[in-house]
């Protein structure tokens, strides 16, 4: 027996080395070099970099379709969770498994559906033309190409919470005469609140450092549709080092109070979804 509890604890020691080497390797050390690089000119270097008025553009193009895509993304996870967990009705396997498709979809390929779809020589470029509306290469492609990679975040935080709670407090509520919207907002929501802003912390992580869909669909123009990531590119590929690294390390620093607001909701209210109905 001791002999066992000896060698147990060795292989949980030799894989917890090798975790925090990995951490360390892929994580630790290149958000060191990121912050290192942004800050090897001195710090007025790095102010000066970020108040650039194309790293201002990009920094408000990013929190303007963030602010719009997550919303839109809670609207449809709350609708679409609430409707496979609560509701039976044809096609709910279907939507379930439609959820997850941007996560299989390679970004770039999302962002040249929406090139086909709405771009000058695409299925409605024509009718777009002669209405004077354009999407592709404008703020409304990016909106719609960060929307559609980021909106299973939200509801794939709410279904399984809410298939663990099953259905029986909203039939009680229904029972005793209130109404769905009554029994929504007063039963269901109070339970997943948590859940639900784990999600939104998600998805909005997600929205601000899109950039493989986005690239696709913004046309790259300086000022007017390059986001926070596509900016870092157009800086490194000019060879602009430190601004590159100035703008990489506000996304780095963005991520990092993310995931500090993600640890917090997990300790304060239990270990993924799960926990976050207590």
């Known amino acids: 027996m001791r002999r066992a509890v000896g060698h147990g604890r060795r ?19 290149p958000l060191a070099t990121v912050f290192g690089q942004a800050l090897d000119h001195g710090v007025p270097a790095f102010l000066d970099a970020i108040r650039q008025p194309d790293a201002l553009a990009a920094m408000r193009l990013t929190l303007t379709v963030a602010a719009i895509a997550v919303p839109a ?3 449809f996870g709350l609708a679409a969770s609430w409707a496979i967990t609560k509701f039976d009705f044809p096609g709910k396997s279907l939507l379930t498994s439609l959820i997850d498709l941007p996560l299989s979809v390679s970004p770039v390929v999302s962002g040249l559906i929406y090139v086909l779809l709405f771009g000058a020589q695409g299925w409605f470029g024509e009718w777009l033309a002669e209405h004077d509306v354009q999407i592709i290469f404008a703020v409304p492609g990016i909106v719609l190409a960060t929307m559609f990679v980021t909106f299973p975040f939200v509801a794939r935080e709410l279904i399984p919470l809410m298939q663990g709670q099953g259905r029986d407090d909203e039939e009680a509520a229904l029972s005793l005469g209130a109404t769905g919207f009554q029994t929504f907002f007063r039963v269901t929501l109070p339970n997943i609140r948590w859940g639900l802003l784990y999600g939104v912390l998600l998805c909005n992580a997600r929205a601000m450092g899109e950039f493989g869909a986005v690239s696709v669909v913004s046309g790259h123009i300086r000022g007017q549709t390059n986001t926070m990531p596509l900016h870092v590119e157009i800086l490194y590929n000019e060879y602009d080092y430190v601004a590159a690294f100035a703008v990489a390390a506000l996304l780095a620093l963005l991520a990092l109070v993310t995931l500090g607001l993600k640890t917090l909701l997990e300790w304060r209210y239990g270990h993924g979804p799960a926990g976050a109905a207590h």
């Open 11 to 29: 292989g949980s020691t030799v894989l917890i080395v090798i975790a925090l080497a990995f951490l360390a390797l892929m994580l630790a050390l």
């Open 73 to 75: 993304n809670v609207i």
